[in-house]
């Protein structure tokens, strides 16, 4: 079972994860969207596309931009549609 934890709150919890280049990506049902809150902030990878990302709002601590998706991603990374990774300090185990 993998797990993203930060500020001591599990995130994300799923045993159906994708990996790619070494990073785990969660389905967006496996994410509790109370710890999420939108973020204007995007970057474009040149083979999985444009990400969008997420602040990871815990107990009043905000972690700007600590979770990332691909809501259209180029063909060579569908399996990531609607999922999210995490990075800035988030725990991934799994």
């Known amino acids: 079972m993998a797990r993203a934890i930060w500020n001591g709150a599990v995130i994300?919890?799923?045993?159906?994860v994708e990996r790619v280049e070494g990073t785990l990506y969660f389905p967006r049902a496996a994410v509790k969207p109370e710890?999420?809150?939108?973020?204007?902030?995007?970057?474009?990878?040149?083979?999985?596309?444009?990400?969008r990302y997420h602040d990871i709002v815990?107990?009043?601590?905000?972690?700007?931009?600590?979770?990332w998706y691909y809501p259209d991603p180029k063909p060579a990374a569908a399996n990531i549609r609607d999922h999210l990774a995490f990075w800035r300090g988030v725990t991934v185990e799994g």
């Open 35 to 51: 710890f999420l809150r939108d973020s204007s902030h995007t970057t474009v990878c040149g083979w999985k596309g444009t990400a």
């Open 58 to 67: 815990v107990d009043g601590r905000v972690n700007a931009g600590a979770a």
């Open 12 to 16: 994300a919890e799923s045993e159906a």
